[in-house]
């Protein structure tokens, strides 16, 4: 039973950007326990994430060899001493990954940008996406399209399947829109996932967040803050949205998307504030229902929303926390305890190069097959149907008595008249066994 | 008689030795009595039937009833048994036959102690009569039946799992056997029934055979000379086959093989109909250079059939068998040639029958007609590969799914067969769904074309039944909304349209008479694509395809409603296909409601008047369908503003005043609105909310200042209003209103950029009186500061003419939907214009406006070593 809880709940990883010693800790939320700790780690804001619960991926944000490079890095969750060192053409800020695990983008401080498939690591594609250095990526919640964030306050909102195109016959342009309405650097990208109508939300140093529609690109509404902006998370029912600011106030609004549009809406008096921390707020997350703020007073803070305030805070002493990622603590059992998985998902290193494309090989991709996971269908039995095919076959048979194939039978035993035409039958069925599929059996239901 | 009075009733458990033995006594044959076929094929169903209902054989119940009744059932069942192994061992083969199925029959039957206890014995007793002394066909396959049966339940049994391969191996010589020395084909069906229990279940029996079944259901395939239904089922087995081994090789190794095989087959039947420069590619795609080309498939070459006949049969069944190779389970995780499968697919969708002209002198008309006849069956398959590709591989087909939206688009546009429609139809409502937005951007302009066409065009009834109604059948509807707009002031409603007149959508109706099954095909395609890719880019399509499915479903069911009950005289689907029709157009039209929208749905009033009546009149699952689709527009018509329960009653019990001032800025839209239909609709709804404020009773009484028992009504009477006279203002108005909205937004620009002072956009007032709903929604607000109409219109000349220069600069725009009004008509394809964006916002900047390209970098694939130097 002790079990069954423990697989529930949640734990939480954090990370610094500034040295790699501090590493990443996961602790667990409830009891304020440190779970887990991997030393050498330290990446860059938005450079940190879970991929399909079993890994922890993050950006490197210190070069690697004399050349400059990158590097990221992947733990499994499981494993966490073997991590797969995957090296970069460049050091790599933001990375990002879609929501069923497949791909992983990340940016560089160039503005060039990077696409890799997780099962093969091959580099799909590469390209110079802003000028200037990318702050934070997002997939949109159907992993559709790529969400760019710059540090020039430019959005870009990018076509997954034609950054894909292995023909990339180039009719499709990859970009579908940019925007250039912030005025200083984008801080946070979410993306919601209400219904069909897609809309993301973006936070910027100049003070405002912006209700965005996903795919024209419609700017719907702007929020208006005293301070910077430089973190916004999304409450789990998406009616609140948490912004962070320079400050160390946390501000919370609510999100009234459905009919307003074009409008803009102060949030001095509209929203109220969550006041704990003395610092810029570097990162927010949510855990169930609770908010988790990290800031650069070197605490992070795990907070009741409903009744606003700390539940528990944690003191990281080494460092500000910039990246933190909540998952399963189920996936941190080694894979013997675990429930047996023989499926692993499969991951390799991400390649440095993009390969040239290769006709006959390149082009096959890794399948896995979801049913082998779950446990076999419930099997029928083949008799049921057969029988009565069987049977109503034999019927018609002896109903049209067709007996001319039949004769070269023998079988001293039965040499009566009544044995002549039931070998008839038989043969006469056989060979029409197959016209009965789609005559319908009209007898009882079996 | 005694026995009879202890039974309560027919539940009563004595009652089922009592049952089997008289089941026993009526239906089963004596020792040496000949077996009256005629009578045991009418009695033994119900026979069977008795069994099953009354679960005789499963000796249940152990514990609650007395031991005396166990052991009667427990001998009335061994009995029952004797009788049919003594059936078994029969010289007369109809007996045999009986005992037979019913020993089959018994094994899904009887409780798992007796299973276990017998299952090996039944087995050996069942082999025997597949092997050489049986001669009886019908034996050897009642037999592959039972046995089929057999496996199929003792693989619940893992604890004998080891047992069981062991036993299961020694069915599959006997099996082979059949396949190969017997020239029956109920036979081979019955054989590969058994096999494929033998793979499905009990694989490690197969390991040593591999070889041998493969090449026995090989050599089956490439002869071609079955059925397709037992090619079917030859061809699951072979697909299924690398489960043996379990390996990553071997079902790559398979695949390769089925592949080569499939591609052979079609270098043959594609002489003369295809430019060798195809073959020849796709060989090279199959075969790697520098790598071996692997044993064909069976082990030994079974080329040269007949040349006279195309080899379809051998290459669907080879195609259905990969599709089964992609969608069933295996236990690693394989590499799949999706490249190749690709190229193959397009490959025989490419071929259309046609000459091309280099082979024009090399072809009679007879080999062109051969194939022609043919390739309706190959096309269908592809596309059934094509299902299976993605139905198994999902977003790993993402680099793949730009080459495969333009095979898709390219065959749509060729593609006229009722069947193969409705099959591109399905493949694309599946890349819809599994590609998210993303892909709806590019497949909606062909959509949206194709299925207006389906839609808009006759089907075979329509003609019969009502040869005065091509008027309105024909007539399509964005036709309708030109006239709207030219018309605006006057009243009418879609009747009245009818006498005007409307030409035959000549170019667009490229088939005269669309079957229903393809329409239906269509309406659920357009319903994915509303809940996919109604917020991408629908700009340009949405209010056409709104009025042509409010259209549709009216034309469904202005006949009445049909009824999904079968009827027992008419095959399955045309009793229903109307009702099919029926719940495809309300289901469609229902999304067409709910899916995002920058307006109130302009049908929405005629559509409830069809919920409505479908709720009541139409038959169980139409009726249902129609209340569970009230039920969702409800939330529409009256919007529900739930708290979220914790964040409110937080602000409520806490003493912060910031959160009370929070509080009434929420409400106080209500409050300040003058107009009394709005505020009196606002009060409404939040009377849920509001009603722990103290200040109830205050409201009331300001309620009943404005009479609300008449306001309730008013939002109805002024939906009816609005769609009874399609051509009045409000309409138009919505247009305006959102032509207005890039001034809008300049305004709100400039004076936050001036003292950084929240402006209020002003153009809501104006909109106030002449477009309610689009004015209600927006009213929540605070109150308007001003107007300047004047001014308005000055501002959305620019976005006009801003759209007019893209439309003449994209040569390749693909424009498909008929002209609605100036700038909504720019369906790019695949272009990233988006021309109500660009009005939404004055600084969104294009790719296609060339003053801003130089603003912002191209896509350019990066050479990575100059970025990195320069780092």
Same mark, same amino acid.
């Given at each position: 039973?002790?079990?069954?809880?423990?697989?529930?709940?949640?734990?939480?990883?954090?990370?610094?950007?500034?040295?790699?010693?501090?590493?990443?800790?996961?602790?667990?939320?409830?009891?304020?326990?440190?779970?887990?700790?991997?030393?050498?780690?330290?990446?860059?804001?938005?450079?940190?994430?879970?991929?399909?619960?079993?890994?922890?991926?993050?950006?490197?944000?210190?070069?690697?060899? /004399?050349?400059?490079?990158?590097?990221?890095?992947?733990? %499994?969750?499981?494993?966490?001493?073997?991590?797969?060192?995957?090296?970069?053409?460049?050091?790599?800020?933001?990375?990002?990954?879609?929501?069923?695990?497949?791909?992983?983008?990340?940016?560089?401080?160039?503005?060039?940008?990077?696409?890799?498939?997780?099962?093969?690591?091959?580099?799909?594609?590469?390209?110079?996406?802003?000028?200037?250095?990318?702050?934070?990526?997002?997939?949109?919640?159907?992993?559709?399209?790529?969400?760019?964030?710059?540090?020039?306050?430019?959005?870009?909102?990018?076509?997954?399947?034609?950054?894909?195109?292995?023909?990339?016959?180039? /009719?499709?342009?990859?970009?579908?829109?940019?925007?250039?309405?912030?005025?200083?650097?984008?801080?946070?990208?979410?993306?919601? /996932?209400?219904?069909?109508?897609?809309?993301?939300?973006?936070?910027?140093?100049?003070?405002?967040?912006?209700?965005?529609?996903?795919?024209?690109?419609?700017?719907?509404?702007?929020?208006?803050?005293?301070?910077?902006?430089?973190?916004?998370?999304?409450?789990?029912?998406?009616?609140?949205?948490?912004?962070?600011?320079?400050?160390?106030?946390?501000?919370?609004?609510?999100?009234?998307?459905?009919?307003?549009?074009?409008?803009?809406?102060?949030?001095?008096?509209?929203?109220?504030?969550?006041?704990?921390?003395?610092?810029?707020?570097?990162?927010?997350?949510?855990?169930?229902?609770?908010?988790?703020?990290?800031?650069?007073?070197?605490?992070?803070?795990?907070?009741?929303?409903?009744?606003?305030?700390?539940?528990?805070?944690?003191?990281?002493?080494?460092?500000?926390?910039?990246?933190?990622?909540?998952?399963?603590?189920?996936?941190?059992?080694?894979?013997?305890?675990?429930?047996?998985?023989?499926?692993?998902?499969?991951?390799?290193?991400?390649?440095?190069?993009?390969? %040239?494309?290769?006709?006959?090989?390149?082009?096959?991709?890794?399948?896995?097959?979801?049913?082998?996971?779950?446990?076999?269908?419930?099997?029928?039995?083949?008799?049921?149907?057969?029988?009565?095919?069987?049977?109503?076959?034999?019927?018609?048979?002896?109903?049209?008595?067709?007996?001319?194939?039949?004769?070269?039978?023998?079988?001293?035993?039965?040499?009566?008249?009544?044995?002549?035409?039931?070998?008839?039958?038989?043969?006469?069925?056989?060979?029409?066994?197959?016209?009965?599929?789609?005559?319908?059996?009209?007898?009882?239901?079996? | 008689?005694?026995?009879?009075?202890?039974?309560?009733?027919?539940?009563?458990?004595?009652?089922?030795?009592?049952?089997?033995?008289?089941?026993?006594?009526?239906?089963?044959?004596?020792?040496?009595?000949?077996?009256?076929?005629? &009578?045991?094929?009418?009695?033994?169903?119900?026979?069977?039937?008795?069994?099953?209902?009354?679960?005789?054989?499963?000796?249940?119940?152990?514990?609650?009833?007395?031991?005396?009744?166990?052991?009667?059932?427990?001998?009335?069942?061994?009995?029952?048994?004797?009788?049919?192994?003594?059936?078994?061992?029969?010289?007369?083969?109809?007996?045999? !036959?009986?005992?037979?199925?019913?020993?089959?029959?018994?094994?899904?039957?009887?409780?798992?102690?007796?299973?276990?206890?017998?299952?090996?014995? !039944?087995?050996?007793?069942?082999?025997?009569?597949?092997?050489?002394?049986?001669?009886?066909?019908?034996?050897?396959?009642?037999?592959? *039946?039972?046995?089929?049966?057999?496996?199929?339940?003792?693989?619940?049994?893992?604890?004998?799992?080891?047992?069981?391969?062991?036993?299961?191996?020694?069915?599959?010589?006997?099996?082979?056997?059949?396949?190969?020395?017997?020239?029956?084909?109920?036979? !081979?069906?019955?054989?590969?029934?058994?096999?494929?229990?033998?793979?499905?279940?009990?694989?490690?029996?197969?390991?040593?055979?591999?070889?041998?079944?493969?090449?026995?259901?090989?050599?089956?395939?490439?002869?071609?000379?079955?059925?397709?239904?037992?090619?079917?089922?030859?061809?699951?087995?072979?697909?299924?086959?690398?489960?043996?081994?379990?390996?990553?090789?071997?079902?790559?190794?398979?695949?390769?093989?089925?592949?080569?095989?499939?591609?052979?087959?079609?270098?043959?039947?594609?002489?003369?109909?295809?430019?060798?420069?195809?073959?020849? $590619?796709?060989?090279?795609?199959?075969?790697?250079?520098?790598?071996?080309?692997?044993?064909?498939?069976?082990?030994?070459?079974?080329?040269?059939?007949?040349?006279?006949?195309?080899?379809?049969?051998?290459?669907?069944?080879?195609?259905?068998?990969?599709?089964?190779?992609?969608?069933?389970?295996?236990?690693?995780?394989?590499?799949?040639?999706?490249?190749?499968? @690709?190229?193959?697919?397009?490959?025989?969708?490419?071929?259309?029958?046609?000459?091309?002209?280099?082979?024009?002198?090399?072809? *009679?008309?007879?080999?062109? $007609?051969?194939?022609?006849?043919?390739?309706?069956?190959?096309?269908?398959?592809?596309?059934?590969?094509?299902?299976?590709?993605?139905?198994?591989?999902?977003?790993?087909?993402?680099?793949?799914?730009?080459?495969?939206?333009?095979?898709?688009?390219?065959?749509?546009?060729?593609?006229?067969?009722?069947?193969?429609?409705?099959?591109?139809?399905?493949?694309?409502?599946?890349?819809?769904?599994?590609?998210?937005?993303?892909?709806?951007?590019?497949?909606?302009?062909?959509?949206? #074309?194709?299925?207006?066409?389906?839609?808009?065009?006759?089907?075979?009834?329509?003609?019969?039944?009502?040869?005065?109604?091509?008027?309105?059948?024909?007539?399509?509807?964005?036709?309708?909304?030109?006239?709207?707009?030219?018309?605006?002031?006057?009243?009418?409603?879609?009747?009245?349209?009818?006498?005007?007149?409307?030409?035959?959508?000549?170019?667009?109706?490229?088939?005269?008479?669309?079957?229903?099954?393809?329409?239906?095909?269509?309406?659920?395609?357009?319903?994915? @694509?509303?809940?996919?890719?109604?917020?991408?880019?629908?700009?340009? !399509?949405?209010?056409?395809?709104?009025?042509?499915?409010?259209?549709?479903?009216?034309?469904?069911?202005?006949?009445?409603?049909?009824?999904?009950?079968?009827?027992?005289?008419?095959?399955?689907?045309?009793?229903?296909?109307?009702?099919?029709?029926?719940?495809?157009?309300?289901?469609?039209?229902?999304?067409?409601?709910?899916?995002?929208?920058?307006?109130?749905?302009?049908?929405?009033?005629?559509?409830? #008047?069809?919920?409505?009546?479908?709720?009541?009149?139409?038959?169980?699952?139409?009726?249902?369908?129609?209340?569970? =689709?009230?039920?969702?527009? $409800?939330?529409?018509?009256?919007?529900?503003?739930?708290?979220?329960?914790?964040?409110?009653?937080?602000?409520?019990?806490?003493?912060?005043?910031?959160?009370?001032?929070?509080?009434?800025?929420?409400?106080?839209?209500?409050?300040?609105?003058?107009?009394?239909?709005?505020?009196?609709?606002?009060?409404?709804?939040?009377?849920?909310?509001?009603?722990?404020?103290?200040?109830?009773?205050?409201?009331?009484?300001?309620?009943?200042?404005? &009479?609300?028992?008449?306001?309730?009504?008013?939002?109805?009477?002024?939906?009816?209003?609005?769609?009874?006279?399609?051509?009045?203002?409000?309409?138009?108005?919505?247009?305006?209103?959102?032509?207005?909205?890039?001034?809008?937004? &300049?305004?709100?620009?400039?004076?936050?950029?001036?003292?950084?002072?929240?402006?209020?956009?002003?153009?809501?007032?104006?909109?106030?009186?002449?477009?309610?709903?689009?004015?209600?929604?927006?009213?929540?607000?605070?109150?308007?500061?001003?107007?300047?109409?004047?001014?308005?219109?000055?501002?959305?000349?620019?976005?006009?003419?801003?759209?007019?220069?893209?439309?003449?600069?994209?040569?390749?725009?693909?424009?498909?939907?008929?002209?609605?009004?100036?700038?909504?008509?720019? =369906?790019?394809?695949?272009?990233?214009?988006?021309?109500?964006?660009?009005?939404?916002?004055?600084?969104?900047?294009?790719?296609?406006?060339?003053?801003?390209?130089?603003?912002?970098?191209?896509?350019?694939?990066?050479?990575?070593? *100059?970025?990195?130097?320069?780092?």
């Amino acid at each position: 039973m002790e079990m069954g809880e423990k697989m529930n709940k949640e734990a939480l990883v954090v990370c610094s950007d500034k040295s790699t010693c501090i590493g990443i800790t996961v602790w667990d939320l409830e009891t304020g326990e440190q779970l887990l700790h991997i030393p050498t780690c330290a990446a860059a804001p938005h450079g940190l994430f879970c991929l399909r619960n079993q890994f922890i991926v993050a950006s490197q944000s210190n070069r690697h060899g /004399s050349f400059g490079g990158g590097s990221i890095f992947i733990w %499994p969750l499981n494993k966490p001493q073997s991590p797969l060192r995957s090296y970069t053409l460049e050091a790599m800020g933001p990375i990002s990954c879609t929501k069923d695990g497949l791909y992983i983008a990340g940016g560089a401080p160039s503005g060039n940008a990077y696409l890799w498939e997780v099962t093969s690591g091959r580099l799909l594609r590469t390209w110079h996406a802003h000028h200037k250095s990318l702050k934070c990526m997002v997939f949109s919640d159907d992993d559709s399209l790529l969400l760019f964030g710059c540090t020039d306050g430019i959005i870009s909102v990018w076509s997954m399947i034609s950054l894909v195109d292995v023909e990339d016959s180039g /009719s499709s342009p990859s970009l579908l829109y940019y925007s250039s309405e912030h005025r200083s650097s984008i801080t946070g990208l979410v993306t919601m /996932s209400a219904g069909a109508r897609s809309i993301f939300i973006s936070s910027s140093l100049d003070g405002t967040c912006k209700v965005w529609e996903l795919v024209s690109g419609r700017h719907l509404q702007t929020l208006v803050y005293p301070m910077s902006v430089t973190a916004i998370a999304l409450h789990p029912l998406e009616r609140l949205l948490f912004s962070g600011s320079v400050d160390g106030n946390i501000f919370v609004n609510v999100l009234d998307i459905g009919a307003v549009e074009d409008c803009f809406i102060t949030t001095e008096d509209q929203a109220f504030v969550l006041k704990v921390h003395n610092e810029s707020i570097t990162a927010l997350t949510f855990s169930g229902f609770h908010l988790i703020s990290a800031s650069e007073d070197f605490t992070f803070c795990l907070w009741d929303t409903i009744n606003r305030v700390v539940l528990r805070r944690f003191n990281n002493r080494k460092g500000a926390v910039t990246n933190m990622v909540v998952i399963k603590q189920s996936s941190l059992f080694p894979i013997s305890n675990h429930q047996r998985v023989t499926h692993q998902f499969q991951v390799s290193l991400l390649q440095k190069y993009p390969q %040239p494309s290769n006709p006959g090989k390149g082009m096959a991709t890794f399948l896995s097959f979801p049913a082998s996971r779950s446990k076999p269908p419930p099997t029928h039995f083949l008799g049921n149907n057969l029988l009565d095919h069987l049977i109503s076959a034999r019927r018609t048979n002896t109903c049209y008595a067709a007996n001319e194939i039949g004769e070269k039978h023998r079988r001293s035993t039965m040499g009566n008249k009544h044995d002549k035409a039931c070998n008839g039958d038989k043969q006469a069925f056989a060979m029409s066994f197959a016209g009965y599929d789609a005559v319908p059996v009209a007898m009882q239901p079996v | 008689m005694a026995r009879f009075d202890q039974l309560e009733n027919m539940y009563d458990v004595g009652l089922k030795p009592v049952m089997l033995r008289s089941l026993i006594r009526q239906y089963l044959p004596a020792e040496n009595h000949p077996l009256n076929l005629n &009578n045991s094929c009418f009695e033994l169903p119900s026979l069977v039937s008795i069994l099953q209902t009354h679960c005789l054989l499963s000796e249940l119940d152990s514990q609650s009833i007395d031991p005396k009744l166990i052991n009667t059932w427990k001998s009335a069942v061994d009995d029952w048994l004797s009788c049919l192994l003594s059936l078994l061992s029969s010289d007369m083969s109809d007996k045999c !036959w009986v005992g037979i199925c019913l020993l089959g029959v018994s094994c899904q039957e009887c409780s798992n102690q007796r299973f276990l206890s017998s299952y090996s014995v !039944w087995l050996n007793k069942l082999l025997s009569h597949i092997q050489p002394p049986a001669d009886s066909q019908l034996v050897k396959i009642a037999s592959c *039946t039972s046995l089929a049966d057999l496996l199929t339940r003792l693989a619940r049994f893992p604890e004998v799992k080891k047992d069981g391969n062991l036993l299961a191996g020694k069915l599959v010589q006997p099996v082979l056997k059949l396949l190969n020395e017997d020239n029956v084909e109920a036979v !081979w069906e019955g054989a590969a029934n058994l096999l494929y229990a033998l793979i499905a279940f009990f694989p490690a029996s197969i390991h040593h055979y591999y070889d041998k079944v493969e090449a026995a259901i090989a050599s089956k395939i490439l002869s071609g000379k079955c059925s397709t239904k037992t090619l079917k089922k030859l061809g699951y087995c072979l697909a299924l086959l690398p489960k043996a081994k379990g390996d990553k090789d071997s079902w790559s190794l398979m695949m390769q093989k089925i592949l080569i095989s499939i591609n052979d087959h079609l270098n043959e039947a594609f002489q003369g109909v295809e430019e060798e420069a195809k073959s020849d $590619e796709a060989r090279r795609l199959l075969v790697p250079p520098g790598k071996d080309l692997p044993l064909p498939l069976g082990g030994a070459s079974f080329k040269g059939t007949s040349s006279e006949r195309l080899p379809t049969a051998t290459i669907s069944t080879l195609m259905f068998c990969c599709c089964k190779m992609l969608t069933s389970s295996y236990p690693v995780q394989v590499t799949v040639p999706v490249r190749l499968m @690709l190229a193959l697919v397009e490959r025989l969708l490419r071929v259309d029958g046609s000459l091309p002209h280099t082979m024009l002198p090399f072809m *009679t008309s007879v080999q062109q $007609e051969l194939i022609c006849s043919e390739l309706p069956v190959l096309h269908a398959y592809s596309l059934e590969l094509l299902i299976a590709l993605i139905k198994g591989m999902r977003r790993q087909l993402l680099p793949h799914s730009a080459y495969i939206v333009r095979v898709v688009t390219r065959y749509f546009k060729r593609c006229s067969l009722p069947e193969l429609r409705i099959k591109l139809y399905s493949i694309i409502r599946m890349l819809l769904l599994s590609m998210g937005v993303g892909i709806a951007i590019y497949l909606a302009p062909d959509v949206v #074309e194709n299925a207006s066409n389906d839609l808009n065009s006759l089907d075979g009834e329509d003609i019969e039944t009502s040869p005065a109604n091509t008027g309105p059948a024909t007539g399509a509807l964005p036709q309708l909304s030109n006239r709207k707009r030219k018309h605006g002031a006057k009243t009418g409603s879609l009747e009245e349209k009818q006498d005007a007149p409307s030409p035959k959508v000549g170019e667009s109706n490229t088939h005269q008479t669309i079957p229903i099954t393809v329409k239906i095909a269509a309406l659920d395609t357009l319903e994915v @694509l509303l809940t996919v890719g109604a917020a991408s880019k629908s700009e340009s !399509w949405r209010s056409s395809i709104d009025g042509l499915l409010m259209k549709t479903a009216i034309n469904s069911c202005k006949r009445g409603w049909g009824n999904l009950e079968s009827n027992i005289f008419l095959p399955h689907e045309s009793a229903s296909v109307w009702a099919d029709f029926q719940l495809s157009s309300l289901r469609a039209l229902l999304t067409s409601f709910l899916a995002p929208a920058r307006v109130r749905p302009p049908y929405l009033s005629q559509g409830l #008047e069809l919920f409505r009546r479908g709720k009541q009149e139409a038959g169980m699952k139409l009726a249902q369908f129609c209340a569970y =689709a009230l039920f969702a527009l $409800e939330v529409l018509i009256h919007p529900r503003a739930l708290p979220l329960d914790d964040f409110y009653s937080a602000c409520h019990n806490s003493t912060d005043g910031a959160s009370n001032r929070f509080l009434e800025n929420i409400y106080s839209g209500s409050r300040k609105q003058n107009t009394s239909f709005l505020s009196a609709m606002q009060r409404t709804e939040q009377g849920g909310v509001e009603s722990h404020d103290d200040d109830l009773y205050d409201r009331w009484l300001q309620n009943e200042n404005e &009479n609300q028992n008449k306001s309730e009504y008013i939002p109805v009477e002024d939906m009816k209003d609005q769609t009874s006279r399609p051509n009045d203002s409000s309409f138009t108005n919505v247009l305006e209103v959102r032509e207005k909205e890039p001034a809008a937004a &300049n305004a709100d620009v400039h004076m936050r950029n001036e003292n950084e002072i929240v402006v209020q956009p002003w153009h809501l007032e104006e909109s106030v009186p002449k477009s309610q709903e689009v004015a209600s929604a927006k009213a929540v607000m605070s109150p308007a500061v001003g107007t300047n109409p004047e001014g308005s219109e000055i501002e959305s000349k620019t976005p006009l003419s801003a759209s007019d220069r893209l439309n003449d600069t994209n040569h390749d725009m693909f424009s498909c939907v008929d002209k609605v009004d100036g700038f909504d008509n720019v =369906a790019g394809k695949t272009s990233s214009t988006l021309p109500n964006a660009k009005k939404g916002s004055s600084s969104m900047v294009h790719l296609d406006s060339d003053s801003s390209m130089d603003s912002f970098p191209g896509i350019v694939d990066a050479d990575p070593d *100059t970025d990195s130097d320069s780092d």
